[in-house]
């Protein structure tokens, strides 16, 4: 672990002068106590790992990632071997950085400026279900272990989009946070963060059809207050996203396959070949069949 | 005891090759996309405008360019601005931490020589190990093929976008 860990330096939170990225197959047991953070990506390259933040425990799994937070604090315990955790932390000026050229740059990419919500990252500190980062953080290790011409290069320019990414996820979440009507900000951060694991879960787990019951369980609610939160923030039913999210996979499954349709709707969990063509006209404007690989 | 380095020292380095070429030929080596992307990484100069150039067009002082690698050409890996380009023989491109490198090609010996410069580097450990030390390994690789992709040799470089961590990438 960096110096910077060292709760000792009483610096909260630290200071990274540089992108850290710190990934081991672990032989034996390990512990680090634990200690400040700034912003950071935690995951395991293989199987799973514990990580505790803000003393919670999260078990993040290969194809996740946990985004921690500036200040939060983190311990990493392994009781077993052949834990393979892998842990990305930021340039600390790379929020300056990229909501500078974000915000100024050729592209608005940003609706509007960050001003009333200075860097403020903590609607993404949860466990994401994103095998995208992760696949970039795996390429990152690589690199590192690497002798490519460059190499650096190549790890800046990754780590800067990665961190681009965050930064429009973060903002889209901020905007769906703040559709929770409820006085304390902490209340609202905490629902928010409950009701976004419960639709990365969905996301996941959508063509088993879930239950609305099943699916309040994950973000720890009642189903009848769950159901009322999520149509707050993403104005939209848990029954409506879980069949959006049904419709997408189809499109990329009829643009990128040759499946019959009822192949389709088996792999996507859809009982009935005619309702989905007509939801699908509706979600799409146009049949399934407009979708078709050539 | 303990030696003291002087830490200026890793503010810049210098390294040349003996090209069997002439210094134009060498000049749109580095100012021209095509010539950029016939060795090194794959190049486009853009112009104040914000035009693209074409392929054997000299990029002129105030360019912008974006490299990205030819097994990948959609993944920009470095962007920056062309500092310097008198047209013959001197070209000058931000690069690491926006720090210059600057190109010179001379006659020497009856040989051209193309020097470079990467100049400005913080001294700092973290710089020095990740920019002082990995650009100079990165530079001696495509220096190295810039010489035989010039003299009518092999492209060194690697083709294969499934092969990672190779100095010829």
């Given at each position: ?239 409506q996203y879980l069949i959006d999210c049904k419709l997408k996979k189809a ?44 | ?90 070209f000058c491109f931000s690069f690491s931490k926006g720090c210059p490198v ?68």
């Amino acid at each position: 672990m960096p110096e910077m860990f060292n709760s000792l330096n009483e610096i909260t939170p630290p200071v990274y002068n540089d992108h850290y990225l710190y990934a081991e197959h672990l032989q034996r047991p390990y512990e680090c106590s634990e200690c400040p953070s700034n912003i950071g990506l935690l995951t395991a390259a293989d199987g799973s790992c514990d990580y505790f933040v803000n003393g919670g425990r999260h078990q993040v799994h290969q194809d996740q990632v946990f985004f921690i937070s500036r200040g939060s604090t983190l311990a990493v315990r392994s009781r077993t071997k052949d834990v393979y955790p892998a842990l990305l932390f930021f340039h600390s000026r790379l929020p300056d950085v990229v909501m500078f050229s974000l915000q100024y740059g050729g592209e608005v990419l940003l609706e509007k400026p960050f001003d009333t919500l200075p860097y403020d990252f903590s609607y993404l500190e949860r466990t994401h279900a994103d095998p995208g980062i992760f696949a970039t953080i795996v390429s990152l290790i690589d690199l590192g272990g690497g002798s490519g011409s460059f190499a650096w290069l190549q790890a800046d320019m990754a780590i800067r989009r990665l961190f681009e990414d965050l930064v429009l996820k973060n903002q889209e979440a901020y905007k769906h946070s703040q559709n929770i009507q409820v006085l304390k900000a902490s209340t609202r951060l905490e629902i928010f963060k409950r009701i976004s694991t419960a639709k990365d879960w969905m996301e996941a787990q959508y063509q088993d059809s879930p239950t609305l019951e099943a699916i309040a369980a994950i973000a720890s609610m009642n189903s009848q207050h769950f159901l009322r939160m999520f149509k707050q923030v993403y104005s939209i039913t848990p029954h409506q996203y879980l069949i959006d999210c049904k419709l997408k996979k189809a499109r990329q499954l009829l643009e990128n396959n040759d499946l019959t349709i009822s192949d389709i709707c088996q792999a996507i969990g859809f009982e009935s070949a005619f309702s989905f063509s007509v939801l699908f006209k509706k979600r799409f404007g146009m049949p399934p069949s407009h979708f078709r690989r050539t | 005891m303990t030696q003291q380095f002087d830490l200026s020292k890793f503010s810049e380095f210098k390294l040349r090759v003996n090209v069997n070429t002439g210094i134009e030929n060498a000049y749109r080596a580095w100012a021209s996309s095509a010539g950029v992307s016939s060795w090194f990484l794959r190049a486009t100069y853009k112009d104040q405008q914000g035009k693209f150039r074409s392929g054997d067009e000299l990029a002129q002082e105030g360019d912008e360019y974006a490299l990205s690698f030819t097994t990948n050409p959609e993944m920009v890996i470095c962007t920056g601005k062309v500092l310097k380009a008198n047209g013959r023989d001197l070209f000058c491109f931000s690069f690491s931490k926006g720090c210059p490198v600057t190109i010179s090609i001379y006659q020497e010996q009856d040989e051209t020589i193309i020097q470079l410069i990467e100049s400005h580097l913080p001294t700092d450990e973290d710089t020095i190990r990740k920019h002082f030390i990995g650009d100079t390994k990165g530079w001696i690789f495509y220096l190295t093929n810039l010489k035989s992709v010039l003299e009518g040799g092999l492209d060194l470089r690697n083709k294969n976008a499934a092969l990672k961590s190779v100095i010829t990438q």
